[in-house]
């Protein structure tokens, strides 16, 4: 786990600094709910951007992978709009 971290720190790196950037806008616009949406939106593409972007750069991107970021993407999505109802 400690080798594969270490080769892809840039990509795990963009991941946290993006996700922390997310969180720290949503407790930001905390209040304003049409906001928090707009930003689980960023938050669900970001995700699954990011899980393409970094299996197309380590050549392991399948259709299987792609369908798997996305739904956790959208489960993730779903949550949250629930959770901040």
Do not use: C, D
Not at 17 to 26: R, S
């Amino acid at each position: 786990m400690r080798k594969e971290f270490l080769q892809h720190a840039l990509a795990y790196s963009i991941l946290i600094g993006g996700l922390a950037a997310i969180i720290f806008g949503f407790m930001v616009v905390w209040p304003n709910r049409i906001a928090e949406r707009y930003l689980i939106m960023i938050l669900a593409a970001f995700y699954f951007m990011w899980g393409v972007i970094a299996h197309v750069k380590t050549e392991h991107l399948t259709w299987k992978v792609v369908f798997e970021y996305l739904v956790v993407s959208l489960l993730a999505a779903v949550l949250l709009s629930v959770v901040t109802f």
